[in-house]
């Protein structure tokens, strides 16, 4: 992840952005194909539907779940990098990449919530296991498609960090720079720093979930 980090503008990092994208729309995608073509996994798939629980409203899973959205949602460090990005650079064009970002990323974590979770109401130790772990990525399908989906997941986490860390790296080049720009083993320096304080932040975590929430 280190050389995909060290490039300065966020424009570099369009085909590693690109990547992720495509990476993380792969994983719905396989979920709705394993729903609406495997048998052994969906025999009746109106059933499923039937006899799913759409709102299920608790003040736990409130609790949980909105500090993550709202988490999930906080991209205010990488607005100017953006907006710098555009070729008709104006607030009414950037609300609108904002809005239609949003919108788009909403839809996807809705189908891959609800295609997830549909696929495994005919089994109940899978159901229990997406229950139990809120992650859809450690229930065992016993699917080649859905591995590389889970492969593909760690191109999603690699090409990701590059667009997290390049806000980073701006606040700390302005705090303690000044208007003085890094140079290229300064550069390096701090993207290796950051990345490992980050790591040390990861392992030493057992929940991370509770972390972003308590952030959110």
């Excluded at 979920?31 to 709102?55: C, H, Q, W």
């Excluded at 609790?63 to 907006?83: D, K, R, T």
């Amino acid at each position: 992840m280190i050389p995909l980090s060290l490039p300065r503008k966020i424009g570099t990092l369009e085909y590693a952005s690109s990547l992720c994208t495509v990476s993380a729309v792969y994983l719905i995608l396989c979920l709705i194909f394993l729903f609406f073509t495997d048998r052994s996994l969906v025999p009746d798939m109106g059933e499923n539907i039937k006899n799913a629980d759409y709102f299920v409203v608790t003040a736990s899973g409130l609790a949980g779940s909105v500090p993550f959205v709202i988490f999930s949602n906080m991209y205010q460090p990488s607005v100017p990098l953006l907006y710098n990005e555009l070729q008709s650079k104006s607030k009414p064009r950037m609300r609108q990449v904002l809005i239609a970002g949003g919108v788009i990323a909403s839809l996807l974590y809705s189908l891959d919530s609800i295609f997830g979770y549909l696929g495994v109401l005919s089994h109940q130790s899978l159901l229990d296991a997406l229950l139990t772990k809120k992650n859809v990525l450690e229930v065992e399908y016993n699917s080649w498609a859905f591995n590389i989906a889970i492969l593909a997941l760690l191109f999603t986490v690699m090409t990701s960090v590059p667009i997290i860390l390049l806000p980073a790296k701006n606040d700390f080049e302005s705090v303690f720079f000044g208007t003085k720009t890094m140079t290229t083993k300064q550069n390096v320096i701090v993207t290796l720093g950051i990345s490992v304080f980050c790591w040390l932040l990861a392992i030493s975590v057992p929940q991370i979930s509770d972390a972003i929430s308590i952030l959110g």
